[in-house]
C-alpha cells in the first residue's frame, strides 16, 4: 500500500513560482513512477508531469513545458513539482499519483494524494 500526501499549494500572482511536495509512505515507493495531475474547476483531471521510478526520465504536458520541473528524492520518499512563470490558466487543485508504469495518462496510476490548491491571481 503506498499513501501519498502532498503540500506547498497556495495563491501566487501571475509570474510567480511555487513548489509542491508529495510524500509517499509504502515501501516500494522507489520503484514507482510518481506523476503530477491537475483538475480545474467544470474540467477533467489533465497530465501535468512524470519521473520514474530513478529520477531520470521526465515528461510533461505541452502547457508546461519549459515552466514546470518534476523531480524526486527517494532518500525522502518525497516527488516535487517546480512551477514557474505561472499563470491564471495553471489555477487547479494539483494532485500526485504513484503507479507501476511510467505513463501520461491517470487510469495508469494506482494511487492517489487528496491534492492540493493552487490559484493564480493578482
Known amino acids: 500500500q503506498v499513501q501519498l500526501v502532498e503540500s506547498g499549494g497556495g495563491l501566487v500572482q501571475p509570474g510567480g513560482s511555487l513548489t509542491l511536495n508529495c510524500t509517499t509512505v509504502?515501501?516500494?515507493?522507489?520503484?514507482?513512477?510518481l506523476g503530477w495531475f491537475r483538475q480545474a474547476p467544470g474540467k477533467e483531471r489533465e497530465f501535468v508531469a512524470v519521473v520514474n521510478w530513478s529520477g531520470k526520465t521526465t515528461h510533461y504536458s505541452d502547457s508546461v513545458k519549459g515552466r514546470f520541473a518534476i523531480s524526486r528524492d527517494n532518500a525522502k520518499n518525497t516527488v516535487y513539482l517546480q512551477m514557474n512563470s505561472l499563470k491564471p490558466e495553471d489555477t487547479a487543485v494539483y494532485y500526485c499519483?504513484?503507479?507501476?508504469?511510467?505513463?501520461?495518462?491517470?487510469?495508469?496510476?494506482?494511487?492517489w494524494g487528496q491534492g492540493t490548491q493552487v490559484t493564480v491571481s493578482s
Open positions: 509504502g515501501r516500494t515507493y522507489s520503484t514507482y513512477a
Open positions: 499519483a504513484a503507479g507501476s508504469l511510467f505513463s501520461p495518462y491517470a487510469g495508469s496510476y494506482d494511487y
